[in-house]
């Protein structure tokens, strides 16, 4: 929320990657000072009303993506009054990128009550502004952008057709592992497992298995926001069988039949025999309908969701509620093209189309590697820092000459292989 008129600006939230420092979103701030009126400065104020400072904090944390404009931000609290107390210590915004403000809280304040932008003389009249990742710390600012640190396997377990899996969790630069969220999957779903908050182990005893490949996903979240997501495959009994008559011996048969074993992908009925089409491209309706059922989203809710493109009347009745569901998580936007969107749900889907769709459906926060793919330069700017996590979590490697091919068109057997790492 804002105490900003709206003809000098407006809050939102931003979901673009670009502009996200942990997470799915940031607050977007866009400011015009020259709108009209004698307005120097802007108030952000917590829409959920004044935020409570716990226990006296002593600093204010907060994640800013500059725009050198030059103009000033600060904060404002609140006794236990209501009286206001305006902050002593405010920061050029003289960056760009993210960089991490620090605020000295005063030991009489009890609440937050907003964020305030300051015009400056020879500043930027107008701007937009990202704020991410607010986070109050005690004694001395709080600085923590190293995420955890994983060692995960597996072995036999205690009889047959068991298997225990053996991890440890580190965070050198966090406060205490007590702080960490630390989660276990077994192909996706959230398993029971405990984790000792003192030594930073986690062992889980998993039975039962199905015969095929399983995917068992550590993931351990700070503070501050860092994770760290790392994944480990592993086989039970006999090699899973193909429901699909054109996979025998391909590459891809594990993944394929694991995701039909999840109902995610499905294939085409012919003279009594399935078929899965490896290496047929993947169209715009095909990756929307695989996404939307690897997220296993509520369908009904979207029910009432209008899409805005062009040739909706071209996407089949009974895939509609999967577009639609995308399409209200920011997944799936369309492409605009003369001022109208259009979802084109028979277009092929390029690779780095389909990674950036992908990429969306995990948080910012991870260590992030630049990609070295040898056709780097090909990538979309709009894409970049969905492939880049990607590649930084393990979930693409591209292909053994090096490049990604990002402009390719990306077959049903490659979308097979990456929605299996996202488990």
Request: glycine share 8%; proline share 4%; charged share 15%.
């Amino acid at each position: 929320d804002s105490s900003i008129p709206s003809v000098n600006g407006y809050v939102q939230t931003a979901t673009d990657y670009a502009f996200v420092k942990y997470g799915t979103g940031a607050t977007l701030l866009n400011y015009n000072f020259s709108a009209g009126n004698s307005l120097t400065s802007m108030k952000i104020v917590p829409s959920a009303g004044p935020i409570a400072l716990i226990s006296g904090p002593d600093y204010l944390n907060l994640w800013v993506y500059g725009d050198s404009s030059g103009n000033t931000l600060s904060i404002q609290t609140a006794d236990s009054s209501g009286n206001a107390i305006n902050s002593s210590t405010s920061y050029p915004i003289n960056f760009t990128g993210y960089r991490q403000l620090s605020f000295p809280i005063p030991s009489n304040a009890s609440k937050l009550t907003g964020i305030i932008l300051t015009s400056s003389a020879n500043s930027k009249s107008s701007g937009t502004l990202f704020l991410d990742q607010m986070i109050a710390s005690y004694d001395t600012a709080f600085t923590d952008s190293t995420p955890p640190t994983i060692s995960i396997t597996s072995y036999p377990g205690s009889g047959d057709n068991k298997t225990r899996i053996i991890a440890n969790v580190s965070d050198i630069g966090g406060l205490s592992l007590k702080n960490l969220k630390v989660t276990l999957t077994l192909d996706g779903v959230k398993t029971n497992s405990t984790f000792d908050q003192i030594t930073g182990a986690l062992s889980y005893e998993i039975e039962d298995l199905s015969a095929g490949i399983h995917r068992a996903t550590l993931t351990a979240t700070d503070i501050a926001g860092n994770y760290t997501r790392t994944s480990i495959t592993f086989s039970s009994g006999d090699s899973q069988k193909t429901t699909f008559a054109d996979m025998n011996n391909h590459w891809s048969s594990s993944y394929v039949n694991f995701l039909y074993g999840k109902k995610v992908i499905s294939g085409e009925q012919k003279d009594n025999k399935y078929y899965f089409s490896p290496e047929r491209n993947t169209t715009r309706l095909e990756m929307a309908v695989m996404i939307a059922k690897y997220i296993g989203y509520d369908l009904d809710i979207c029910a009432d969701v209008t899409l805005p493109f062009e040739d909706a009347s071209q996407i089949p009745n009974w895939a509609l509620p999967y577009v639609k569901a995308l399409y209200k998580d920011g997944l799936m936007l369309g492409k605009t093209v003369n001022g109208k969107v259009y979802f084109s749900p028979n277009a092929n889907i390029t690779r780095m189309e389909a990674m950036t769709i992908l990429g969306r459906t995990l948080p910012q926060g991870c260590q992030v590697i630049s990609s070295t793919f040898t056709d780097d330069s090909k990538i979309a700017y709009w894409a970049k820092t969905y492939l880049n996590n990607l590649a930084s979590l393990g979930i693409i490697a591209g292909y053994p000459n090096g490049s990604i091919l990002p402009t390719n068109n990306i077959k049903r057997s490659e979308i097979a292989s990456i929605l299996f790492k996202l488990y």
